[in-house]
């Protein structure tokens, strides 16, 4: 799932990407793992949940949000494709309601460590907060 993140930045950062023979196989193929076991997904949401209830002692948080945003650059990255039913169904808002609870004490990250590329719909990254104007613009570059 990691993959998954690295390979939505990139794409975020650099559109053309997609356009690539590469990439195109990538999705296809990564697509095709992805639906055949769609209950590693499932489990992969629950096992954030579950973290989400201990007391974090480190960067526990940029593992929420490294996990969260693979779950919707998934969502993101196949829709459109044949493949965009298998993924579209992924439900999100109990585990952004449990990262809405935690975040409210134990959120937030510097921006020096959020990862360049990644949009400011991933509000997880933020949270508490929510991005500034400047951070938008160094989000896009």
């Excluded at 023979?21 to 639906?35: G, V």
């Excluded at 650059?73 to 808002?93: G, P, R, S, V």
Aim: glycine share 2%; aromatic share 16%; hydrophobic share 35%.
């Amino acid at each position: 799932m990691d993959d998954i993140v690295d390979i939505y930045i990139a794409l975020k950062t650099n559109p053309s990407i997609e356009e690539d023979t590469k990439f195109q196989d990538y999705i296809r193929e990564s697509a095709i793992e992805l639906t055949s076991c769609t209950d590693y997904i499932y489990d992969f949401i629950f096992k954030m949940e579950q973290d989400l209830c201990y007391t974090f002692y480190s960067n526990e948080w940029i593992g929420i949000c490294w996990r969260r945003s693979a779950v919707e650059a998934i969502k993101e990255m196949y829709q459109n494709t044949c493949f965009e039913e298998h993924f579209t169904d992924l439900d999100t808002e109990e585990i952004d309601d449990h990262i809405k609870a935690k975040g409210e004490y134990e959120g937030y990250i510097p921006q020096a460590q959020i990862p360049i590329g990644i949009p400011s719909s991933h509000w997880w990254w933020w949270y508490p907060e929510t991005p500034t104007t400047r951070e938008i613009a160094n989000i896009q570059k």
